[in-house]
Structure formats: C-alpha cells, structure tokens
C-alpha cells in the first residue's frame, strides 16, 4: 500500500468511523502523510485545525487526480536561470551519486559498485517553476513528486 491508498483509507475511516479515539489516530497519521505530499500548506493546515473530512476528500481528490486541477499561468524563466539551475542540478545529482558510492560497507572498504541514484529533488534555491520549465524545454526529465533526472542524452554516466 503506497501513501496515497492509506491516505484514501484513512479520509474513509474518518467520515465512517463511530470510535471517537479511532478517528483522532486516523486524523493524526493523514496530517502526517499528507505533510509529504505535493498539496497547498495553508490549505492543509486549515483542514486539519479544523478537522474538515470534506477538506480533507477535497486535498485527497487533488492528489489521486492531478490532471484536474487547472495549471496556473505559465511565468517566463530567464535563460541565464534556467542554465544556472541546471549547473546546480548537475553538480547536485553528481554529488548524490559519489556520496551513494563512497559508503562505506560491512568490511570496512567501499564497495565499488555504481550507485542506484537515478533521479533527485531540484534544489530548493530555484522555485519550483525553474524546474518545470527546464522539463518542458527537454533539459531535465520530470518523474513526478518534485525529482528530476538528466534525459539519457545529457547523462555522463
């Protein structure tokens, strides 16, 4: 079960559940997860003060149906931004990688294997609308939730 079905479970739990101590749990474990989600915080934070199940079904929909929610106007990305973000995303992901290869293993030695880092979090020094524009112009590959993985074209490895 992934975050978002035991979200969906604990949104039924709470309109459905007559256990007062059950639904304070289930309330408890959403604000939780749904801290981790890609949702608007302020708005989160409103559903949960205010313990709103038709809120909080509202936020639930958002994630399970991203396609329906209307896309804000596109801004205009400068192109001295996009290439400064995209340096920062490479020495980043770069970074990632050496640091997942350099661990050290059981014996004391590293073990020399290639790391599994594939995709990363576009660094929070650029807004959000940085890194989707740098997907849209085919600099970066979106795999959703906020990672971002150089095309297999830009890949050195």
Same mark, same amino acid.
């Given at each position: 079960?992934?975050? =978002?079905?035991?979200?969906?479970?604990?949104?039924?739990?709470?309109?459905? *559940?007559?256990? #007062?101590?059950?639904?304070?749990?289930?309330?408890? +474990?959403?604000?939780? %997860? =749904?801290?981790?989600?890609?949702?608007?915080? /302020?708005?989160?934070?409103?559903? $949960?003060?205010?313990?709103?199940?038709? #809120? %909080?079904? &509202?936020?639930?929909?958002?994630?399970?149906?991203?396609?329906?929610?209307?896309?804000?106007?596109?801004?205009?990305? *400068?192109?001295?931004?996009?290439?400064?973000? +995209?340096?920062?995303?490479?020495?980043?992901?770069? +970074?990632?990688? =050496?640091?997942?290869?350099?661990?050290? /293993?059981?014996?004391?030695?590293?073990? #020399?294997?290639?790391?599994?880092?594939?995709?990363?979090?576009? @660094?929070?020094? $650029? @807004?959000?609308?940085?890194?989707? &524009? =740098?997907?849209?112009?085919?600099? %970066? *590959?979106?795999?959703?939730?906020? $990672?971002?993985?150089? @095309?297999?074209?830009?890949? @050195?490895?």
């Amino acid at each position: 079960m992934n975050a =978002l079905q035991k979200i969906r479970q604990l949104t039924d739990q709470i309109r459905t *559940s007559t256990n #007062g101590l059950e639904v304070v749990d289930a309330w408890a +474990l959403a604000e939780r %997860l =749904l801290g981790r989600m890609p949702v608007d915080a /302020g708005e989160a934070q409103r559903v $949960f003060k205010e313990k709103d199940a038709p #809120g %909080l079904e &509202a936020l639930v929909a958002k994630l399970e149906n991203p396609e329906t929610t209307p896309e804000a106007p596109a801004v205009e990305v *400068s192109e001295r931004e996009m290439n400064d973000a +995209l340096r920062m995303f490479r020495k980043r992901i770069k +970074l990632a990688r =050496l640091n997942d290869e350099s661990r050290l /293993g059981g014996r004391g030695m590293t073990a #020399g294997k290639k790391s599994d880092i594939a995709s990363i979090e576009g @660094p929070k020094e $650029f @807004p959000r609308r940085v890194w989707k &524009a =740098l997907a849209k112009a085919g600099k %970066l *590959s979106d795999e959703g939730h906020g $990672f971002y993985t150089l @095309p297999p074209e830009m890949n @050195p490895d």
